[in-house]
């Protein structure tokens, strides 16, 4: 399909980048090729001192693979900053290096070690090493008809370790500025080599060989700042991506004065006269869902986003709609017991999911579930908007970790915004809720049996 639709058609992969270019008319491709029933491609290895990552490995798989962190361990401690959870669950890191975003942190992993992407399409296949495959922000080395199908990363190799660090707004926020390093000791427990991968100061990553400036066993502080200054000279960032994001959105849609923000048909209409393509007549689509436990068969166009599906076409308006791009966290709904954006995801993409909704987590006979019964306790909400979303992604957090410390309830939440502030409290009811569900499960079991006489 890609080969035959040549430079008109995009891969959908978890659609985490993709589909929030589209909600804001700043891509405007004819068709989509959706790869995420490519389950084939789900895979992480490690094969021939390589940790391989399949195209539609997701960022949380890669990041909890165990063989793979094992042997390369900036792989972990790179991916536990993208984004927030619930976009992990979803974002492929494959994706994300196509993407080519100089804010990503696996691009900058990715050049620092050395690896490659490989290639596949109707001619055959290519191995692209990363210094040749990163082009410029947002623009990589993948032709018209072609599908990324895997990323290498070499293994860390011996008496080597490595580090990632990064500042960032929030938790989880694209990184303002952020750097991965790997340091190898010589044979006599001298510094051997020190190369630094940077992100988000320069049109594509960066990496720079430091060893010059701590080469041997005596480096010391004064060593480690020559190798700051060192690289301080070489960066050279543009002023605050915050600052300056509607100006370079105006030079992408190559208009002065455009607004990208602006939504509706005629926009949309617009931007594709901008790309210089013409609209296909609407295609529709039948979608088979299981939604809060019943069936539920709908039939839409194929641009409608999962949000409008739930809202519009199942009438379940407790799933909210804020930003549309991934970044509020309102429209949150469980995937086959998954957290995910619900106006990330394109309905038809969901063919055949069990949709969970905040109108499915209370009991059937109306008993509110552990995490809607703290809230209440706590009072985890005022104006409510973002409360369905909350609820959700807490839901599935402490489904994976029953018992979070106060630390971890903040990262589960750090992904969602409330407009109205309550955080202190939402923390206290993750907690709470926690709680909750631990004792329900213990009034849930069997009665341990009374010891029969002659037992201990
Ligand atoms: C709120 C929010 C915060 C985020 N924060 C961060 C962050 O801090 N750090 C970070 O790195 N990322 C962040 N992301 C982006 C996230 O990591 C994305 O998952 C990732 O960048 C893209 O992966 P994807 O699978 O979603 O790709 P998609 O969105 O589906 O695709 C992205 C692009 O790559 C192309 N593409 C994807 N896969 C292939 C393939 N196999 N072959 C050819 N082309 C392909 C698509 O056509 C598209 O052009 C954030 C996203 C959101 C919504
Ligand atoms: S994250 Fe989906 S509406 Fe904000
Ligand atoms: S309670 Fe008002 S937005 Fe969160």
Redesign the pocket.
Known sequence: MLASLGPDA???????????LLSMRLAAPAHLVD?NRLTELGYVRVRDGQVAVG?LAR?TQVLLDPAAAEVQPLLAKALA????PV?RN???T???I??A?P????TAVLALLRGSVRLAGTGGERMVAADDFFLGPLESD?RPG????EATFPILPARAGCGFAEISRRN????ICGVAAVIQLDDDGGIGSARTAYLSVAPRPLVLDLTQACAGAGADRADFAEAGHLAMARVDPEPDIHATAGGRCERRLGKQGSDPMASGEPAAAAAAQDFGITQPAEELHDVRLIVNGAARNVRVPARRLLSDCIRHDLALTGTHVGCE???CGACTVLIDGVAARSC?MLAVTADGARITTVEGLAEPDGTLSPVQQAFADCHGLQCGFCTPGFLTTITAALADNPEPSQDEAREIIGGNLCRCTGYQNIVRAVLRAAQLQRDRAASDRPAAREPQAGQA
């Open positions: 995009k891969v959908l992969a978890g659609g985490q980048s993709l589909v929030p790869i195209a960022h900053l993208v984004a927030h976009i979803r974002g492929t494959v994706g994300s196509v993407h975003d804010a990503a942190e696996m993948v072609e599908l990324a199908t989880g926020d694209y990184a791009h991934g970044v990330l």
